[in-house]
């Protein structure tokens, strides 16, 4: 569910809102860089490897999202089902859960823009904000004629804006390819069933019956 905002972010109306899933991935936490909040990070780069190893799984949706507060309310309700089903605390500011969005603009009818990854963003207002600056950002550059280059870019709460962490102007995108040691995982609709009866109703069981029609 979504909705669109008044100027202190309050909701009008909630509407349901499809949001399709491209792929789901199990991987191992590398751990994290930081770069704020500890001593002369303009000088140092810190490395944080206490999650190293946990296992993750990435969720990567869809280029459905046409506003900040749509991809808030998405991963609120992620976050809130993952609680409910006690599947993780889903704490972002301790690392349990954590959301990277990539932002571009177009004008209706044409094909989507450069494209700028947000990254090491630890709460859903941050994400919110994060996102508003840059689809801000991305039309003033354009319709002064600049030019949009891919990147990385880090979000500067004290500041309330991005700054470039790396260019990805000529990264390609994710490549992948069977593992050649790993055996093809069949799940079956009757087990599909049985998990899905051990779970508990979701807060917004209702909401997502309407979504899914």
Known sequence: MTGERDDQG???????????????????????NVHEGLPEVDKYSYIDLNRAGTPLA????????????????????VRRALQWVGASEADMEKGNLRCEANVSVRRIGEPFGTKVELKNLN????????????????????????????????????LAETRPMRSKEEAQEYRYFPEPDLLPLVVDLKWQGKIRNTLPE????????????
Not at 58 to 77: I, K, L, M
Not at 134 to 145: A, F, M, N, P, Q
């Open 10 to 32: 309050h909701v009008k109306e909630w509407q349901p809102m499809k949001i399709n899933i491209v792929r789901l991935h199990l991987e191992e936490d590398a751990g994290k």
């Open 58 to 77: 990435e969720v990567v949706t869809g280029p459905d999202f046409r506003t900040s507060w749509q991809a808030y309310d998405y991963v609120n309700h």
């Open 123 to 158: 709460s859903v207002r941050f994400m919110q904000r994060a996102i508003e600056f840059e689809v801000d950002r991305h039309i003033k550059t354009l319709e002064s004629g600049g030019r949009l280059v891919q990147e990385t870019r880090l979000w500067d709460e004290k």
């Open 202 to 213: 979701l807060p917004e069981a209702g909401d997502i019956a309407d979504c899914s029609s």
